[in-house]
Structures are given as structure tokens and as C-alpha cells.
């Protein structure tokens, strides 16, 4: 129950964090295009096929399949790495404050017993 309370307390900044990382997705594969297109045409072919890129960036995971080659290309690829990093952690800051929250709420609220609902001194 705790975890349910803490996330529909939360829900607000959760569902902007995760509109922030898609506007950031999209941002990054836009940049990345422009700035390899020119240098691999079959690897960033277009916006979407930079998403992919950018997916595997973003999420660390970084399989190694396309990248940069280019001097702009790299920088970029460093920021969106670091940016990814922090978009992850955003979300995990935002759940461990409700849940302490949700916890401290638990504790003020005065206590019940479990078989009459009375409350306990």
C-alpha cells in the first residue's frame, strides 16, 4: 500500500519527468541527424532511425551498434550520456521522497486495532 500511495502522490512529477525524457529522446536523435548525417547516411538516416541512437544512449545501455563519429557528433553523445544518467535518477529522487513521506504518515496516524477499528491509546 505504500508503494501505491507514494506513487499516486507523486503522479504529477512522475508524468513530467517522463514527458521531459521523451522531449529529450527527440531533441537528442534531431541534433545527433544533423550532426551525422552527412558523415553516415545508411546509420542516421533520419530522425527516427537517430531515436535508436538515442534510446541506447539515454539508457546507458549503449550497445555499440551506430555511434558518432563525428567531433560535434561525440560532444553531443557525451551530453545526452550524462543527461540520461541524471533523467534516471530524477524519478528514483522523486519516489524515495514519497515514500519517507508516505512512511511519516503512516507513523502520525493514530493507531487502529486490526479486529474493531477502535482506536488504540
Not at 521531459?20 to 542516421?44: G, I, S
Request: proline share 6%; with cysteine; hydrophobic share 50%.
Amino acid at each position: 500500500m505504500v508503494i501505491r500511495d507514494a506513487i499516486c502522490d507523486k503522479k504529477e512529477e512522475l508524468i513530467l519527468t517522463l514527458v521531459m525524457m521523451m522531449l529529450l529522446l527527440v531533441v537528442a536523435a534531431t541534433l545527433l541527424y544533423y550532426c551525422e548525417n552527412e558523415a553516415q547516411p545508411n546509420a542516421f538516416s533520419s530522425i527516427p532511425a537517430a531515436m535508436w541512437w538515442a534510446i541506447a544512449t539515454l539508457t546507458t545501455v549503449g550497445y555499440g551498434d551506430i555511434y558518432p563519429i563525428t567531433v560535434p557528433g561525440r560532444l553531443l553523445g557525451g551530453v545526452v550520456a550524462i543527461m540520461g544518467i541524471l533523467m534516471f535518477a530524477l524519478p528514483t529522487g522523486i519516489l524515495g521522497a514519497a515514500f519517507v513521506e508516505a512512511v511519516q504518515k503512516k507513523k502520525q496516524s493514530p493507531r487502529r486495532c486490526p479486529h474493531c477499528g477502535k482506536l488504540l491509546s
